[in-house]
C-alpha cells in the first residue's frame, strides 16, 4: 500500500483512464476520470463502499494511469483497453452479437435487395431484424411482389439470358434488358416504402393473389401467401402509434443490486419496435451511470448508432456524445424524456432490466460459480501461479496420421472466448504422432509471444491439454525449448479424468460435481470438438477414391474391387464387416479396420 500512497500523491488534475493490477500484474479494473487525481482517491478513502467495489479495492497491488487530451479521448482509450484485458471487474459486452439488416445497394444502376450483418454506407438499410422476424421472408415478399432483383449479377450492355426469377415472376431481369431504367427505378422507390413501414400495398397484392390461388385450388401457394400476410400483420402491430416514423431510437435503462448488473435495450426503427434485448454482467466497480457510458462505448463500436439514444441522464453525457458523433459521421441525439411515448418506453426498458436482475439472479449466481468462482478454485485446487483469466485448451485429430489438425480454443474468466479460437493444419509431422503434432502446434503458437504478434494472441495463464502424462511431458520440452516459465501447464485424461501438472509426480483428481473439473470438461470437450470439426471439413474435400487410399492394406485392386460391389463410397461406409469381407480380396481383418475407418469418420 505504501507505493499505491505515494502514487496517489502524484495523480494529476487531467482526464484519463486509470488501470487497477492484482498481486500477479493481472489487470482487474480499467476507467476513466474526468479528473484523475479524484476519481482514484475516492476508491482508497474509507467510506463504506459497494460489496463488489470492496472487492475489488481489496485485490489492489498496483494502478497506473494513462492522460488523455480530452474525455471523449479517454472513453476511446478506456473502451481499447477494456476490449484488450478484459478486466474481471469491469461490465463487459460478452456475447458481441450482431443482427441482420435488410441492405437495398441504392448505389447501383439496378439496385438489388440483401441481407447482411455489416453497415458499410453503401446503401439504404433497414433493421436490425429481431424477435423471431425472419429477413428472409421480408426479402421474398420484396420480390414476389415488388419484382426487385436479389442476386449479384452484373447488369452488361450484351443482355444475358433471364433466370428462374424472371419466370417465376419474382424479378424483373433487367440483366436481360427485360426492362427499362426507369421501370426498375419505379420499382425501388417502392420497396423501398414498404421496408419503411408501409406495408398496406404489399398486403393487398399478397390478398389479392392468395384469392386468385385459392380460386384456382391451388392450396399450397394460397397458404403460403396466407402465412407472409399474417406475418406482415405481426410487422404491423409492432407500430408505436405514438411514434413518428422517421424515429430511429435505441433505449437504455441499467439496473444493479450491488453484485450483478442487467442492461435492457429497445430498439425502435421507423416507428416500429424491432425487438429487445437484456445483457447480464458482474456489477462494475464504478456506478450504475459510469458503468452504462462504458457499456454503451463497447456495445457502438460494433453495432449501427441510431439517431436518438433515450437514457436516463448520465455524468459523463458529453464525452459519450462526442465519441459517438466520431463514430457515425453525424450528430446523435441523447434523450432524457419526462413524459410521452418515450418516457414509455424507457421505463418499459427499466422495467425489463429490473424483472431480469429479480428473475435472473439464481441463475447469474450459478454462472458465476460456473466461471469465475470455478478459476478461482481452480488456482488452489493445482496449486496455479496466477488466477487463470485466459486458458487455452490443444487438441489433435487425425486418422492414421491423415490430414492431421489442431485446435486452439479459450476460455476467458471460464467462458467460451469464441472469437480467440483458432485452428493448425500439422506441417511438419509423419504419419500418426500425436506427440509430436502437439509439439508442432504449441511451438508455432507460443513462439508469438514476446513479438509484435502477441497482441494478437495473448499470453495465456494457463494451458491445458488434452490427454496424459506423455502429453504433457511432450508440451514440457516445448517450454523448455522456448523458455517459458510464467504460464502453467496440465493435461486432462478422459478416462479418469485426472489431472496431470508439473509439480507432482501423482495425478490430482477433483470430485466430480465439483465446477472446477466441470471447467475443465468444458474446455477439453471444446477443443475436441473443435479439432473434430476442422479435420472433417479437410477430410470431406478429398474425392472418394482418396479416401480409400487412406486405409493401410487396401490397394488398387482392393480399391477397385469394392467400387465393382458397392457402387458409391456411401455404399462402402454403411456395409458390415461380413459384407465387406465378402468382397475379393478383403478378408475379415481388413474388413474390420476399413469398417473402423469410417466409424472415425
Given amino acids: 500500500m505504501d507505493v499505491i500512497r505515494e502514487k496517489l500523491k502524484l495523480l494529476p488534475d487531467s482526464p484519463g483512464v486509470y488501470v487497477m493490477l492484482d498481486s500477479d500484474r493481472t489487470v482487474i479494473y480499467v476507467g476513466k476520470a474526468r479528473v484523475l487525481k479524484n476519481r482514484v482517491r475516492q476508491y482508497f478513502h474509507s467510506s463504506e463502499k459497494p460489496v463488489k467495489v470492496q472487492a475489488m479495492v481489496d485485490s489492489i497491488a498496483d494502478f497506473y494511469y494513462i492522460v488523455a487530451?480530452?474525455?471523449?479521448?479517454?472513453?476511446?482509450?478506456?473502451?481499447?483497453?477494456?476490449?484488450?484485458?478484459?478486466?474481471?471487474?469491469?461490465?463487459?459486452?460478452?456475447?458481441?452479437?450482431?443482427?441482420?439488416?435488410?441492405?437495398?445497394?441504392?448505389?447501383?444502376?439496378?439496385?438489388?435487395?440483401?441481407?447482411?450483418?455489416?453497415?458499410?454506407?453503401?446503401?439504404?438499410?433497414?433493421?436490425?431484424?429481431?424477435?423471431?422476424?425472419?429477413?428472409?421472408?421480408?426479402?421474398?415478399?420484396?420480390?414476389?411482389?415488388?419484382?426487385?432483383?436479389?442476386?449479384?449479377?452484373?447488369?452488361?450492355?450484351?443482355?444475358?439470358?433471364?433466370?428462374?426469377?424472371?419466370?417465376?415472376?419474382?424479378?424483373?431481369?433487367?440483366?436481360?434488358?427485360?426492362?427499362?431504367?426507369?421501370?426498375?427505378?419505379?420499382?425501388?422507390?417502392?420497396?423501398?416504402?414498404?421496408?419503411?413501414?408501409?406495408?398496406?400495398?404489399?398486403?393487398?397484392?399478397?390478398?389479392?393473389?392468395?384469392?386468385?390461388?385459392?380460386?384456382?385450388?391451388?392450396?399450397?401457394?394460397?397458404?403460403?401467401?396466407?402465412?407472409?400476410?399474417?406475418?406482415?400483420?405481426?410487422?404491423?402491430?409492432?407500430?408505436?402509434?405514438?411514434?413518428?416514423?422517421?424515429?430511429?431510437?435505441?433505449?437504455?435503462?441499467?439496473?444493479?443490486n450491488g453484485l450483478y448488473t442487467a442492461v435492457s435495450l429497445l430498439v425502435t426503427r421507423r416507428g416500429s419496435m424491432q425487438g429487445s434485448r437484456t445483457f447480464h454482467a458482474d456489477a462494475g466497480a464504478s456506478d450504475s451511470g459510469e458503468s452504462l457510458t462504458s457499456f454503451l462505448t463497447q456495445y457502438y463500436s460494433a453495432h449501427e448508432i441510431p439517431h436518438e439514444i433515450i437514457l436516463e441522464e448520465l455524468s459523463e453525457e458529453a464525452a459519450l456524445a462526442v465519441f459517438l458523433k466520431e463514430k457515425a459521421g453525424r450528430g446523435v441525439e441523447l434523450v432524457h424524456p419526462k413524459l410521452g411515448v418515450r418516457r414509455e418506453l424507457l421505463d418499459m426498458a427499466a422495467a425489463n432490466a429490473k424483472d431480469y436482475l429479480e428473475r435472473s439472479v439464481s441463475a447469474i449466481a450459478h454462472r458465476d460459480d460456473m466461471t469465475v468462482k470455478a478459476c478461482e478454485r481452480l488456482k488452489e485446487q493445482l496449486s496455479l501461479s496466477a488466477y487463470p483469466k485466459r486458458m487455452e485448451c490443444y487438441d489433435i485429430s487425425d486418422i492414421s496420421g491423415v490430414?492431421?489438425?489442431?485446435?486452439?480454443?479459450?476460455?476467458?474468466?471460464?467462458?467460451?472466448?469464441?472469437?480467440?479460437?483458432?485452428?493448425?493444419?500439422?506441417?511438419?509431422?509423419?504419419?500418426?504422432?500425436?506427440?509430436?503434432?502437439?509439439?508442432?502446434?504449441?511451438?508455432?503458437?507460443?513462439?508469438?509471444?514476446?513479438?509484435?504478434?502477441?497482441?494478437?494472441?495473448?499470453?495465456?495463464?494457463?494451458?491445458?491439454?488434452?490427454?496424459?502424462?506423455?502429453?504433457?511431458?511432450?508440451?514440457?520440452?516445448?517450454?523448455?525449448?522456448?523458455?517459458?516459465?510464467?504460464?502453467?501447464?496440465?493435461?486432462?485424461?478422459?478416462?479418469?479424468?485426472?489431472?496431470?501438472?508439473?509439480?507432482?509426480?501423482?495425478?490430482?483428481?477433483?470430485?466430480?460435481?465439483?465446477?472446477?473439473?466441470?471447467?475443465?470438461?468444458?474446455?477439453?470437450?471444446?477443443?475436441?470438438?473443435?479439432?473434430?470439426?476442422?479435420?472433417?471439413?479437410?477430410?470431406?474435400?478429398?474425392?472418394?477414391?482418396?479416401?480409400?487410399e487412406e486405409i493401410d492394406g487396401v490397394g488398387k485392386k482392393k480399391r477397385l474391387a469394392l467400387m465393382q460391389r458397392f457402387g458409391t463410397i456411401d455404399s462402402i461406409m454403411r456395409a458390415s464387416v461380413e459384407e465387406l469381407a465378402e468382397v475379393e480380396g478383403i478378408g475379415l481383418e481388413l474388413a474390420a479396420r476399413v469398417h473402423t475407418y469410417f466409424e472415425s469418420l
Fill in 69 to 256: 487530451p480530452t474525455e471523449a479521448d479517454a472513453l476511446a482509450l478506456e473502451n481499447n483497453l477494456i476490449k484488450k484485458y478484459k478486466p474481471k471487474y469491469n461490465i463487459l459486452l460478452k456475447d458481441d452479437k450482431t443482427y441482420p439488416y435488410i441492405k437495398v445497394t441504392t448505389r447501383e444502376q439496378y439496385p438489388r435487395i440483401l441481407i447482411t450483418r455489416r453497415i458499410t454506407r453503401d446503401g439504404r438499410y433497414f433493421g436490425p431484424f429481431m424477435g423471431g422476424v425472419s429477413c428472409k421472408e421480408i426479402i421474398d415478399i420484396a420480390a414476389r411482389v415488388y419484382n426487385i432483383r436479389t442476386c449479384a449479377v452484373s447488369v452488361r450492355e450484351k443482355p444475358a439470358k433471364p433466370c428462374l426469377d424472371y419466370h417465376l415472376g419474382r424479378c424483373l431481369a433487367p440483366c436481360a434488358h427485360m426492362c427499362t431504367r426507369e421501370e426498375y427505378a419505379e420499382r425501388v422507390e417502392r420497396v423501398l416504402s414498404f421496408l419503411a413501414g408501409n406495408y398496406e400495398e404489399a398486403e393487398e397484392l399478397l390478398k389479392e393473389r392468395m384469392r386468385k390461388f385459392a380460386e384456382e385450388e391451388q392450396f399450397e401457394l394460397a397458404l403460403d401467401y396466407r402465412n407472409k400476410i399474417r406475418m406482415l400483420s405481426a410487422l404491423k402491430c409492432k407500430r408505436i402509434t405514438s411514434m413518428p416514423r422517421d424515429v430511429d431510437a435505441d433505449v437504455w435503462a441499467i439496473e444493479t
Fill in 403 to 548: 490430414d492431421k489438425v489442431g485446435s486452439m480454443v479459450v476460455f476467458t474468466d471460464g467462458e467460451a472466448d469464441k472469437y480467440e479460437y483458432r485452428r493448425f493444419r500439422v506441417k511438419t509431422v509423419e504419419g500418426a504422432n500425436d506427440f509430436a503434432s502437439l509439439q508442432e502446434v504449441l511451438r508455432r503458437r507460443l513462439s508469438k509471444l514476446g513479438t509484435d504478434e502477441e497482441e494478437k494472441f495473448p499470453r495465456p495463464r494457463l494451458i491445458v491439454i488434452d490427454g496424459g502424462r506423455g502429453q504433457l511431458s511432450a508440451v514440457k520440452e516445448v517450454f523448455d525449448e522456448l523458455e517459458i516459465t510464467d504460464i502453467d501447464l496440465v493435461a486432462l485424461a478422459k478416462q479418469e479424468e485426472e489431472i496431470f501438472t508439473l509439480k507432482s509426480e501423482k495425478p490430482i483428481r477433483i470430485d466430480k460435481h465439483d465446477y472446477s473439473l466441470k471447467m475443465l470438461q468444458r474446455i477439453r470437450d471444446e477443443a475436441h470438438r473443435f479439432a473434430v470439426a476442422y479435420f472433417r471439413n479437410l477430410h470431406s474435400k478429398r474425392s472418394l477414391i482418396s479416401v480409400l
